[in-house]
């Protein structure tokens, strides 16, 4: 069984902020202040089957 593991950060950012005008190293600091992190199990390729 695979388990793939995705991380939610939840981050302050101001009203005009826009990922794609942000830096790599901006959004790692961003990840580091982050007031909560969630973690989400995906399972995939449970008995020839592929799903989420």
């Known amino acids: 069984m695979n388990i793939e593991i995705v991380t939610e950060y939840i981050v302050k950012a101001h009203d ?3 990922f794609e005008n942000t830096s790599r190293n901006d ?8 007031q909560k992190t969630i973690e989400h199990y995906f399972v995939a390729g449970l008995n020839d089957y592929d799903f989420i």
Do not use: G, Q, V
């Not at 959004?27 to 982050?34: E, Y």
């Open 16 to 18: 005009d902020f826009t």
């Open 27 to 34: 959004l790692l600091s961003m990840c580091k202040k982050a």
